[in-house]
């Protein structure tokens, strides 16, 4: 049975976040063996929530959920550009 579209994304996001940072690099700041992290993307456990925490925040990616209940994941810049977007809105600094 394939995994749900959205761990495909999910877990596509981590990958492209850790290529882009390096695996030994990333490893290294949450505590870990780079194979643990390979581990864990194989679904062979690997990592504690803990470290996916510490994951989540080396990567700075935070998950958010959206009013219809669906979960999406988008790195905390974007999330604080949105606000900042939707304040202005309301406070009517938009035109």
Same mark, same amino acid.
């Given at each position: 049975?394939?995994?749900p579209s959205s761990d495909i994304?999910?877990?596509s996001l981590f990958l492209r976040a850790i290529a882009h940072k390096g695996q030994r690099k990333t490893a290294e700041e949450i505590g870990v063996?780079?194979?643990a992290l390979s581990r864990w993307f194989a679904? !062979?456990?690997g990592l504690k929530f803990e470290q996916?925490?510490?994951l989540m925040a080396?990567?700075?990616i935070q998950p958010e959920?959206?009013?219809d209940g669906e979960v999406t994941t988008i790195k905390? !810049?974007?999330l604080v550009s949105l606000k900042r977007l939707v304040k202005a809105a309301m406070d009517g600094e938009l035109s």
């Open positions: 049975m394939n995994p994304k999910i877990q063996h780079e194979s679904g !062979d456990g996916v925490c510490r080396a990567l700075d959920y959206l009013g905390a !810049d974007v």
